[in-house]
């Protein structure tokens, strides 16, 4: 299902932090969202998801697409461990030893069993990637995936996201136009919007 | 973690046990009225005397039971009543004068009402159950609301299931509440249980015991109860806890300890 959006205003209060957006992601897609730190680059993708309601404009397609996210803070519970959190998210014929897998590609062999509260800041992203990636989806969006990531460990990960989310759209916020580049990916610049000076 | 004081060896621990019980004979030959106290000799004694008599396990797996079942229907009560006070409001608000009420009523009150109500036999479970009732629906209640609500919105995107969310979101994130309220709730049910019962005269009650000794000036009858009291208190919340301990190793997968 392709995802298209219009018009796409959202205010928090009277900050207008997104205002008239337009995009098209094709299903199937890769595109990577930049654009300086508090631009809306997370809100525009929170209204994607459906997690905020925006103000004006639409968005068609959402409701027919099954999302996947990797959040900006990874929201993981911290109680269960790496299999558990990436198996929560797993329809049901998806096995632990399929889990324990993927986790080992991700570099975290040795982890899979231990409480995600005692995990680095760095495998707690690969364990939050992971689960958006095993997950039934047909658009995974990720809010800066690749914070926390050494250079090795991201080639490592970019290259399996793009093995495992072949033919799923593909929206990815990033700081980092190599990342695009890696991802094959169209770039989203979203701006900062001035607030026009009001005249008193 | 800072220690606040040196551990000394754990026979320690032993010997201040038995010093203690020094202390307490020692009090014994002091008393003046001898009726009116047990010493340590005398304890043991009534112990081994009753300890043979069926009656006295009959009474104290009848009480056991009572109390124990009045736990145990107020912890799957107030659990489904938090659940549903999280998420229907109307039920919270028609819930929580209820509980606030019931929290307020001293329990002397609250036994004679039940004894006119309902007949004795039922007693220590229903008190049993009303002091725990409060203080497993507040705690779980409080752990539902304080849970992040990042996380239903993560359940949200993810589609989870009901099923789901409860075994993997709300069940560990409750564990601690549960726990809290758990240990909490085991201290008030068994004071609270026996209390009734020594008003009340449930027949095969350590309650009813307890106030036979007293018409009876059995003050070591007196002091072997009390001690079976704390120690199947003790036990129950040992058992307990372990049961809970474990279960929060199973939900979470965790390893065991000392296997990293
Ligand atoms: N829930 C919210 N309530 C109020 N203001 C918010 C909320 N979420 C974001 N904002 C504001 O919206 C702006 C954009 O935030 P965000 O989308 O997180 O930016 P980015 O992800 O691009 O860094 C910021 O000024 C932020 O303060
Ligand atoms: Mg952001």
Redo the contacts with the bound molecule.
Sequence with gaps: MDLTIRQLTKK??D?I??HDINADFEQGSVTCIT????????????CILGL?KPDSGEITGAADTRFAAVF?ENRLCPQLDAITNVQLACKKNVSAAEICTSLDAMGLTDYAGKQVSSLSGGMKRRVSILRALMAESDCIIM??PFKGLDDALKDQVISYIRNKAKGKTLLV?THDLRDAEKLNAKILT?TAFQQPFLLI | MKRRYKSLPPVIRWLVIVFWVLIWQLCSYLVPYKFLFASPVQVMAAFGQLCFSADFWLTTASSFWKISAGFFLALLTGCLLAAFSYRFVIVRELLMPLIRLIKAIPVASFIILVILWFNSSSLSTIISFSMVLPVIYINILQGLDSYDEKMLEMAYVFRLSLVRRIRYLYIPALMPYFVTACSLGLGFCWKSGVAAEVIGQPAHSIGGEIYMTKLNLLTPELFVWTIVIILISASFEKLIMFFLHKLEKKISHLPRQGQE
Aim: with cysteine; hydrophobic share 30%.
């Design positions: 928090f209060n900050q932090v997104l654009g300086p730190s508090g631009c809306g680059k997370t809100t525009l993708i929170h905020y900006q809010d800066e916020v979203l």
